[in-house]
């Protein structure tokens, strides 16, 4: 039999519970007024790209400057966000399948991607940059001729680096993948964003970079990634307008570059005509 003290202490447990169901509906009725819902949206990345995105050393978090736009973008849509790491050429295929919504991971527009998969506009313009073992002293792809180059499989830098001539080009699964063929001599160089190539070298002290003097085509540029014809390409595209004129992009860049690389970017940037369309 139930002493009374059971009883007043199932009913408060009740009454509790009741109150944290009321105030679950009061939270969901609020998600549910922001648009489309707060319904997930799931963002495909490779997540072996620092700055831009890689896993925070110690835990199963990401963290870069693709995560934090994603996650800027997903805030303005009114959506939850999920992020699901794979190897970079199986990103468009991904999103052609439909198992995500868009791609943040450092990604080009190329012509043939633009045959399958809308985008945004570039919301980064990288430079380009060639890492190799201290001493080696290569300034341009031309240096390469008769060397051993690596880099990202399904990326445009394995498409420079072939189109240089003269070049044994290999493809590896990952950046970190082609720095380690780097250190071991199985590669004389790898070809980079410059971004990323400057996290890389700060990491091994003996390796050294070479920023190339090359203008930035479209095929260069970064942008995000949504399904053929999607209608939240504008969408997408104004929120990315806003994060360059309400400063939070300026911000995100400062958190992973630094205040010196930012500005070096942001006076490159500005006197690009690409940046301007």
């Known amino acids: 039999m139930l002493t009374s003290k059971k009883v007043l202490s199932m009913i408060a447990a009740a009454l509790i519970a009741l109150g944290a169901a009321g105030c679950g509906g009061k939270q969901e009725a609020r998600k549910e007024a922001k648009p489309e819902g707060g319904k997930k949206m799931v963002v495909a990345i490779n997540a072996t ?14 963290t870069g400057i693709d995560i934090e736009i994603a996650r800027y973008v997903a805030k303005k849509l009114g959506r939850t966000i999920e992020f699901s790491d794979m190897k970079f050429a ?6 052609q399948s439909g198992r995500a919504d868009m791609i943040v991971s450092g990604i080009s527009p190329t012509k043939e991607r633009m045959e399958v998969v809308s985008f945004s506009k570039p919301y980064y313009f990288p430079m380009k940059a060639i890492i190799f073992k201290k001493g080696q002293g290569y300034k341009t792809l031309a240096d390469l001729a008769g060397k051993k180059a690596g880099a990202s499989m399904g990326t445009t830098y394995v498409k420079d680096l072939k189109k240089a001539g003269n070049i044994e080009v290999t493809e590896l699964d990952s950046t970190p993948l082609v ?8 590669l004389d160089a790898g070809l980079f964003d410059s971004a990323q190539a400057s996290v890389f070298v700060k990491e091994n002290p003996d390796l050294e970079l070479s920023i190339l003097n090359l203008p930035v085509v479209m095929d260069d540029t970064f942008a995000i990634a949504l399904p053929k014809d999607s209608k939240d390409v504008a969408k997408v595209n104004e929120i990315l307008k806003e994060m360059k004129t309400n400063g939070e992009m300026h911000k995100i860049l400062v958190k992973y570059l630094g205040e010196g690389a930012t500005a070096q970017y942001e006076k490159a940037e500005s006197k690009l005509d690409i940046a301007k369309q």
């Open 49 to 62: 790209f620092p700055p831009f995105e890689s896993v925070k050393e110690g835990t199963k978090d990401y």
């Open 90 to 95: 199986s990103l468009v295929p991904t999103l």
């Open 179 to 186: 720095i380690q063929d780097i250190k071991n001599g199985r």
